[in-house]
């Protein structure tokens, strides 16, 4: 099992509040309702920072909004998901809506459970 976690960057401009909103409420849904992605993952999670988060530790300034995470069986899955033409023409477009792409990280990984 892989995880991808996206490290998410609201658009300058745009309020916490707003990003918060159209990310719950309109990216997710749409992101669900695309079926010939979502086909690939078996789980799709949405971590929204919180404003009294650790903003005083190491690493904790609030350079993200959040972190979208989404699990499929291996790396080929996760390959085949993002080559999805629906992918292009739906999801993408509208993460420029309400994302700063440039300041957005990427990562996928394989977890070693170390407790639980």
């Given at each position: 099992m892989v995880k991808v976690s996206v490290m998410l960057k609201r658009k300058p401009g745009?309020?916490?509040?707003?990003f918060?909103?159209?990310w719950k409420d309109v990216h997710g849904p749409l992101v669900l309702g695309v079926t010939e992605l979502m086909r690939h993952f078996h789980k799709y999670v949405q971590s929204h920072a919180i404003?009294?988060?650790l903003s005083n530790t190491p690493g904790g300034s609030g350079q993200y909004d959040g972190v979208a995470?989404?699990?499929?069986?291996?790396?080929?899955?996760?390959?085949?998901?993002?080559?999805?033409?629906?992918?292009?023409?739906?999801?993408?477009?509208?993460?420029?809506?309400?994302?700063?792409?440039?300041k957005c990280s990427f990562v996928v990984t394989e977890e070693v459970p170390m407790k639980g």
């Open positions: 745009m309020s916490a509040q707003e918060h909103r159209y404003d009294a988060g995470e989404l699990w499929a069986d291996n790396l080929d899955e996760v390959k085949k998901a993002f080559a999805e033409p629906r992918y292009h023409e739906v999801i993408r477009p509208d993460e420029h809506k309400f994302l700063d792409l440039a």
